[in-house]
């Protein structure tokens, strides 16, 4: 049996992004990962029951850690706070996570749920920061090793 890999929905083909788009990565990343891997697709926004199209959010505040505290939100532009959703979203993810027996996770870069190195700094301005998103966080306080797209070649090695 190979090991199980946590992956981001919309990197896989579902067009479950806040603009209802995927973000597919490339065919040949997806063949190398499916040759050392079971992918298990998860969105967690979806999971945390936002719908699809939704508004775009950031964290306003520091980071997803910090959302998981309760000492920031995760905000639409209208100032709506979405936090909630984010939350339960992370733990759905998590749960989804530990039954498959996943030890690391693929998640898309720069989103406020699945970034592991950098996020957008609150201010909608497409400015990024570091700090991690809300799911990426959680997954990392249990110890599971958060990837992003990019960084497929360090998980493929490390794994
Ligand atoms: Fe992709 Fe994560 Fe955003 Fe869902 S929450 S669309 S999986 S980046």
Redesign the pocket.
Known sequence: NKPTLLV????LGQP???DAQS?PMPEQDWRLLRQQFDLIP?????LGGLPTPRPAAEIVGDNGAAVLRRQAQVKTAQGLDVSQAFVA?AKMALDIARQHGCHAAL??AN?P??GNRRIYDGEFSATLKDGKGV?ASLLDLDGIMVWNEYEIQQLLRQT
Do not use: D, I, M, N
């Open positions: 981001s929905a919309c990197l479950v992004r806040y973000k998860a969105c967690p926004e979806c979203g998640l898309k989103s749920s699945c799911t």
